[in-house]
């Protein structure tokens, strides 16, 4: 466990927020991020201030802060498990469930946040299919709640792990120990990049806004929720294959899509579980042309060695090879 995991698991522990726990040593939310990802090492008062307030010792906190991870078998190991009508990944950090009931017309998702094994609700989408109407929960870091409904009341609940024992383990991974060593687009070319730039957690929850996206094994599962003046709900996982100019991101498994009056044209689009979808037809392409008609898929518009901007529906997505908000970078 590296210093940062340990002072993540004291303040998850004792169910804090980043900007909560930064007041308790004065200090910032943005100094606390730091020092759980190990971008910065506290001053050894407020090492000693933390032993205090969380009744342990120094000791417990700088020892058990050094990393032990040398051996497999003491790694805590993430995974992507799945049976008919639940699918969950969990990372150190992170977990997402998405599930339907036994008819498939409700379709729920579930964003749980903390370290290894005490990860607590910080959002929740339940989506009528019928009605195309999504209710929905959630709390950002700074301890703001956004909800439409009642389920704000099941914000904080913990993390059931006890429901992964009945699941199929489709993939194990394991967060990276060391600095993560990104290859360039000069050294690697796009392919490779969009691949292994976002092979990781990304996540920020802040200012009414959640996203979350654990990208592993080729699929993409997030969790977006971004209110505003108006609820654009977006949950499920997708597969995404890169390709000769981007990448193709058009099968989508498992999707909740919610817009507060459904003028977007896509705001009454979902699949369930268990869906059967075409095979995903992906672009052929000749000297850099695509010749594949009216295929959707993410077009490099520019890049640098470390940036790579692409076409999204209209829009513009850039990836970074070094993601200020990637909390977790998975071993290849």
Not at 60 to 82: H, L, M, N, Q, W
Not at 97 to 104: I, K, L, N, P
Not at 136 to 159: C, I, K, M, P, T
Request: glycine share 8%.
């Amino acid at each position: 466990m590296t210093l940062g995991n340990r002072i993540l698991e004291l303040r998850a522990q004792a169910g804090l927020s980043q900007e909560e726990f930064g007041e308790r040593f004065d200090t910032t939310r943005q100094t606390v991020s730091k020092w759980e990802l190990g971008l910065a090492v506290p001053e050894l008062s407020k090492i000693v201030a933390m032993a205090r307030m969380f009744g342990v010792t120094t000791d417990s906190i700088i020892s058990d802060g050094i990393s032990t991870f040398d051996s497999e078998f003491d790694r805590f190991a993430c995974g992507v498990y799945k049976k008919r009508d639940l699918v969950a990944v969990e990372t150190e950090r992170v977990a997402i469930t998405y599930e339907q009931d036994a008819d498939g017309n409700i379709l729920t998702s579930r964003l749980y946040v903390g370290f290894e094994k005490n990860k607590r609700l910080r959002g929740i989408v339940s989506f009528d299919v019928g009605k195309k109407r999504a209710l929905y929960a959630y709390s950002d870091d700074g301890g703001r709640v956004e909800a439409n409904s009642s389920l704000s009341e099941a914000l904080g609940e913990s993390f059931d792990r006890s429901v992964l024992d009945g699941m199929q383990r489709k993939e194990t991974f394991f967060v990276s120990r060391g600095k993560a060593v990104l290859p360039t687009v000069s050294e690697a070319g796009f392919r490779t990049c969009l691949s292994s730039w976002r092979r990781g957690t990304r996540y920020y929850c802040r200012e009414g806004i959640i996203f979350a996206t654990v990208y592993v094994g080729g699929v993409d599962h997030f969790f977006h929720m971004v209110p505003w003046n108006h609820e654009n709900i977006y949950c499920g996982f997708v597969e995404v294959v890169p390709i000769e100019l981007g990448s193709c991101t058009g099968r989508q498994q498992y999707r909740i899509r919610n817009w507060d009056d459904n003028s977007d044209k896509f705001a009454e689009s979902f699949s369930r579980l268990n869906d059967e979808l075409p095979p995903l037809r992906l672009p052929s392409f000749e000297n850099g042309i695509d010749f594949s008609g009216d295929s959707k898929f993410e077009r490099v518009l520019r890049f640098t060695d470390d940036r790579i901007t692409v076409s999204n529906c209209g829009d513009e997505l850039t990836y970074y090879r070094h993601d200020p908000d990637m909390i977790e970078y998975f071993d290849a």
